[in-house]
């Protein structure tokens, strides 16, 4: 079964930048979309960014113009570059992939994969 490995989190100073990475352990079919999520604690898993399989990308309102994200559709990787990060940016993201994959023998269609995440603390 596929995997998904998040890198780049860490502690930062508010106003400082961070890059997340998402690579996958196995190959896809097709990748319908791929994203990046974040929940804090105490709240529910929130869509960061995504980007579709033709290009194009949606922003939480609160990260427009701090986030990009991008791809390498070569190597199925997902990245965010985050600056000018605040404290409420301050959760664990997550990557996000929607995709065909085989596995087995067996086809899994328009499957949810999820890394096991990456904590970003942004300090005051």
């Known amino acids: 079964q596929v995997q998904l490995v998040e890198s780049g989190g860490g502690l930062v100073q508010a106003g400082g930048s961070l890059r997340l990475s998402c690579v996958p352990s196995?190959?896809?079919?097709?990748?319908?979309?791929m994203g990046w999520y974040r929940q804090a604690p105490g709240k529910q898993r929130e869509l960061v960014a995504v980007?579709?399989?033709?290009?194009?990308?949606i922003y939480q309102d609160s990260v427009k113009g701090r986030f990009t994200i991008s791809r390498d559709t070569a190597k199925n990787m997902t990245f965010l570059q985050m600056d000018s990060l605040k404290p409420e940016d301050t959760a664990v993201y997550y990557c996000?992939?929607?995709?065909?994959?085989?596995?087995?023998?067996?086809?899994?269609?328009?499957?949810?994969?999820w890394g096991q995440g990456t904590q970003v603390t942004v300090s005051s």
């Open positions: 996000n992939v929607v995709g065909d994959t085989l596995y087995s023998g067996t086809f899994y269609g328009d499957y949810d994969f």
């Open positions: 196995g190959s896809f079919l097709r990748i319908n979309v």
């Open positions: 980007i579709t399989s033709g290009g194009n990308t």
